[in-house]
């Protein structure tokens, strides 16, 4: 996927796969109507593909569990590292 850009639909989408705390399968997330209408969005594309059980939020799906690990990874690799000397 070399040359492939991050979109700002994906971008929310990951935004809501951050959201989920992987240390637990029996939480999930609610995404109400009051949302911004780009997380509400997200979170409809991310039933769509499966990753997520409802479309208003819910569980992750196996296969959101493996994104959501690979999205939160992702984000904690970018962030800056506190550094203490």
Do not use: W
Not at 32 to 39: G, L, M, V
């Amino acid at each position: 996927m070399p040359g492939t850009t991050y979109t700002p639909e994906l971008l929310e989408e990951l935004k809501i796969l951050c959201l989920f705390n992987l240390n637990t399968t029996q939480e999930g997330i609610k995404v109400h109507s009051s949302a911004a209408p780009e997380a509400i969005a997200a979170t409809r594309r991310l039933h769509d593909k499966g990753l997520i059980t409802q479309d208003d939020g819910g569980y992750l799906t196996s296969l959101g569990l493996d994104g959501a690990r690979h999205a939160q990874d992702l984000l904690g690799i970018l962030l800056p590292a506190n550094v203490t000397s």
